[in-house]
């Protein structure tokens, strides 16, 4: 019988990434900072606080930091990344800022007809520097695990998170222009970048900034075909981006005290104006990061149908947050996440 792997084996930092991950998403978001904290002591440990092992696992950080309402650490986290990525001698000319990211990519993006300098064979320093800048290009497609965010996406949604969504857009427009350029207009990795811009370019308010979710959608079905998992998740999300249905929670209890159970109603509604077709059935989960117990912990949910009702009993007064987490029932897909505040007052004495 086979032994498990030693907990300095890749194998085994990758499941706990993961496991940090998906806790982020799914459960109380610091235990998964907890987790994330003991995985990077961990490789520094083991490795040293500039090796690679160590700086793979700092996006998982960021991102729990991220998911518990700490986005001005995890762009902290990010930006040592940069900054301790670019001093590893297997790195030359790695950027080391977020504003180095954007340079480079807008490099890569203008390399047509730049003349070569004095003193090479003009064919061979061309050669060299839009090899160069390539695979700079490409090491901000690297991410941690095969479903999860890019380096660069990551990046942008911590500086929209920290309150920055015009600094995400700038550096998306610039990954973008730079992955057409080095990669072509329909690779993957270019559509994944133009999707992001989509996105935040709406997160910023300037949708207009961004192409049309019809040219999108178009572009992603022509490379991935239109039954593809990438293509139905983009379709749900441009979707949920300019919904024809909004999600609403409900609070369905006149006095929170605590120690007193409390029931918050989730359900979807159709904007007057819409006239798009119902959305499949979700799976709706709930998690609160305080010793707030949620039950149940996950509901099935028919858009259209009766609403699906939570409990949520508090044991001490105070803000407690909530999040809901919907995926779709069929993959498993995550389609969106909402967070809300219940104020819980004191018991009161009769």
Not at 230 to 244: E, I, K
Request: hydrophobic content about 40%; some cysteine.
């Amino acid at each position: 019988m086979r032994g498990r792997p030693p907990e300095e084996h890749e194998t085994t930092f990758w499941v706990r990434g993961n496991l940090a991950w998906l806790a982020a998403d799914t459960g109380p978001a610091d235990d998964a900072v907890r987790w994330a904290r003991d995985l990077v002591d961990d490789a520094t440990e083991l490795f040293g606080p500039g090796h690679r092992r160590t700086l793979e696992v700092l996006p998982v950080l960021a991102h729990a930091l991220a998911q518990a309402d700490e986005p001005d650490e995890a762009l902290e986290v990010l930006r040592d990344l940069l900054r301790r990525t670019a001093e590893l001698p297997a790195r030359p000319h790695y950027p080391g800022t977020v504003e180095d990211v954007v340079r480079v990519h807008e490099q890569a993006a203008a390399r047509d007809g730049e003349p070569a300098s004095a003193g090479r064979p003009a064919q061979q320093e061309d050669d060299d520097e839009f090899l160069h800048l390539g695979v700079l290009v490409e090491m901000f497609t690297e991410r941690f695990g095969g479903f999860l965010p890019t380096l660069a996406a990551q990046l942008a949604h911590t500086l929209s998170d920290a309150g920055d969504p015009a600094a995400a857009v700038a550096l998306l427009r610039a990954v973008h222009a730079g992955r057409a350029r080095m990669f072509g207009p329909d690779h993957p990795d270019t559509l994944e970048s133009l999707a992001e811009l989509a996105f935040a370019c709406l997160e910023a308010g300037a949708p207009d900034a961004a192409p049309s979710h019809e040219e999108l959608l178009a572009r992603w079905e022509r490379t991935f075909g239109p039954d593809h998992p990438d293509t139905a998740d983009l379709r749900w999300r441009l979707r949920t981006a300019r919904p024809a249905w909004r999600v609403r929670l409900t609070l369905l209890t006149d006095d929170v005290t605590a120690g007193r159970p409390v029931t918050i109603e989730v359900r979807l509604e159709r904007e007057d104006s819409a006239t798009a077709t119902v959305p499949p059935r979700l799976m709706v989960a709930a998690s609160c990061p305080t010793a707030t117990t949620v039950d149940p912990a996950t509901a099935e949910y028919q858009p259209g149908g009766a609403p699906t009702r939570f409990t949520l009993a508090a044991p001490e007064p105070g803000a407690h947050d909530v999040r809901f987490t919907l995926y779709d029932h069929a993959s498993g897909l995550v389609l969106q996440e909402l967070k809300t505040v219940v104020h819980v007052q004191g018991a009161r004495e009769d």
